[in-house]
């Protein structure tokens, strides 16, 4: 194996341990080689605190070594001042003669900043090591900045024939228990979780991570003729919710990038689900199919021209996992 391409994916691996403090900012993991051994490692733990480049730095316990290291990163290293300093000075300060670069940071203030200090300080750059899958890591931060958009993962659950729900709109159980955690954990890595005037009425779900270690997300509902109770599960303190009297789903979405929220799953009816699809607006489709048979009831959505990228059968349930036909990661 490259070795560039091996301790990349330690790199990528490492990102992933801060999947549920980063956001807003992206996934990034740093590797610290010295002579073909692994001398430090870090990744970037939450939004204000250091970078990833910074925590593999002070992981090292023979600082004299850095010179004639190898510093392995996910993300191009910011060259701007944040909430923290730039990752760049750090680096050249610290003499690392080589940099091996997942990806350009796309954000407006690096973008190739990085890249370009760290040349100018002499050290040799290598762009673009496992790039389609440095870019797959931060798809919800990429997302965020350039559609300017939480990313949007919309999700159902349906029978082997096709329906979401009896007639009257009542729910059917179809996840089994351990899909149901899966879902939790999606629920813990989604900043937050909408659903529609309808299913908060007739469901009254709680909209918690409950199953899985980690935070609630924000809680989103429409309620544009002032109907829904005070005594929903939605509008108890276990998490925090916003309800919007509007339906524009752009206007929606703009509020949300304004809040910083990421990425938002929806867990909608059909109307709300086929609403997001018939305007475009989403990133990922989840839909898990139940062996149960209604034989009638609410349809589900009518899926727009997508990729099954991922299929997986849990407890008997069919999971497919459905991207835009022009995602290419």
């Known amino acids: 194996m490259d070795f560039d391409i091996k301790y990349m994916e330690r790199c990528i691996q490492l990102a992933r341990c801060g999947e549920f403090g980063a956001a807003p ?11 073909g051994r692994i001398i430090g490692e870090g990744y970037h733990h939450h939004c204000g605190g250091p970078h ?3 925590n593999a730095i002070r992981s090292v316990k023979q ?17 701007h001042y944040g909430k923290t300093p730039p990752c760049a000075d750090l680096i050249i300060e610290n003499r690392i003669p080589r940099i091996v670069v997942g990806t350009l940071d796309p954000f407006a203030k690096v973008n ?52 979401i729900a009896q007639e009257d709109g009542t729910s059917v159980s179809f996840s089994t228990p351990e899909t149901q955690v899966l879902v939790h954990r999606l629920r813990a890595y989604s900043k937050a ?29 429409i309620d544009r003729r002032n109907i829904l109770p005070d005594d929903l599960n939605i509008k108890k303190t276990e998490a925090e919710t916003v309800i919007y009297q509007t339906g524009d789903l752009r206007e929606i979405l703009s509020d949300l990038h304004q809040r910083n929220v990421q990425s938002l799953m929806v867990e909608g009816g059909r109307q709300l689900l086929q609403s997001f699809m018939d305007e475009g607006l989403w990133d990922k489709i989840r839909v898990e199919t139940s062996p149960i048979m209604l034989k009638k009831g609410i349809c589900a959505p009518q899926l727009p021209e997508t990729n099954v990228t991922e299929e997986i059968e849990i407890d008997g349930n069919n999971i497919q996992i459905l991207r835009p036909l022009s995602f290419e990661c």
């Open 52 to 54: 990833a480049e910074v």
């Open 112 to 163: 190739g900043l990085g890249i370009k200090r760290l040349r100018e300080a002499g050290a040799e750059v290598t762009v673009g090591v496992m790039e389609k899958e440095c870019l797959a890591l931060n798809e919800r931060f990429i997302t965020f900045l350039q559609k300017r958009r939480p990313w949007i993962l919309l999700k159902w659950a349906q029978s082997q024939d096709g329906f």
């Open 193 to 221: 979780i909408m659903i529609g005037t309808r299913t908060s009425l007739v469901d009254n779900p709680k909209l918690t991570a409950r199953l899985w270690p980690g935070p609630n997300p924000l809680r989103v509902t």
């Open 25 to 35: 900012n992206p996934m990034v993991g740093a590797v610290i080689v010295h002579k």
């Open 63 to 79: 600082p004299e070594l850095l010179p004639e290291s190898i510093l392995y990163v996910s993300l191009e290293p910011c060259a």
